[in-house]
C-alpha cells in the first residue's frame, strides 16, 4: 500500500499541548481523518487532554472523521475557542 504525506499545523492550546506548529506524518493511502487523530494522539498524548477539536482539511473545516484525506493535505488542527 503506497503512503502519502499529510501536513499538520496546530493552533492555540494544540500548539502548547504538541510543543510544534508544524508537523508532517505519513499515513497510508486512503487513510481518514479518524486514523490521522488517532495517530497524531500516539505521537503527541498531550493532545489527548483537550475534549475536542475541530479539523480544517486545506481551510475548509470537516466534520466527517471518515473523510478521506489525500497527499499533501494541509490539516489544521483547532482547539475549541473559549469567549467570555
Given at each position: ?63 466527517d ?8 493535505d ?11
Amino acid at each position: 500500500m503506497n503512503s502519502m504525506k499529510v501536513n499538520i499545523l496546530f493552533f492555540g492550546q494544540a500548539k502548547e499541548l504538541s510543543g510544534t506548529r508544524q508537523h508532517s506524518i505519513l499515513l497510508n493511502e486512503n487513510s481518514t481523518l479518524h486514523d490521522c487523530k488517532l495517530l497524531l494522539e500516539s505521537e503527541f498524548p498531550k493532545l489527548i487532554e483537550l475534549n475536542s477539536y475541530a479539523f480544517a482539511v486545506n481551510k475548509d473545516y470537516i466534520r466527517d472523521m471518515n473523510y478521506i484525506l489525500t497527499d499533501e493535505d494541509e490539516l489544521a488542527l483547532l482547539p475549541p475557542v473559549s469567549g467570555g
